[in-house]
Nanobody, 123 residues
């Protein structure tokens, strides 16, 4: 079992930056593949980024590649998402998730989720 708590969301102007954190407890974060997802009102939850535990490869959705950076601090048991050059279309609730049973980019494959943190980007 692992518990996840996100923080760092807020209101930012287009072009600005935010860093989201996902603090884990219960198990060592490095033992899991981890992912970031987001969900805008009326839309399905979509993949943003993920890191595989086995080889630490990091994957990004095309829509955020070059602007977002996923990192992991194993000593702090915390996952981060640095978001730069934010756009209004990045507005969503952002969730971290752990331990996918299958594809890392499919929300349905994850059993453990945080409560989410809201990111709002104004134009």
């Amino acid at each position: 079992q692992v518990q996840l708590v996100e923080s760092g969301g807020g209101l930012v102007q287009a072009g600005g930056s935010l860093r989201l954190s996902c603090a884990a407890s219960g198990r060592t974060l490095s033992s899991y593949s981890m992912g970031w997802f987001r969900q805008a009102p009326g839309k399905e939850r979509e993949f943003v980024a993920a890191v595989r535990w086995r080889n630490s490869y990091i994957y990004y959705a095309e829509s955020v590649k070059g602007r977002f950076t996923l990192s992991r601090d194993n000593a702090k048991n915390t996952l981060y998402l640095q978001m730069n050059s934010l756009k209004p279309e990045d507005t969503a609730a952002y969730y971290c998730a752990a331990d996918p049973r299958g594809r890392y980019d499919e929300a349905s494959q994850y059993d453990y989720w945080g409560q989410g943190t809201q990111v709002t980007v104004s134009s």
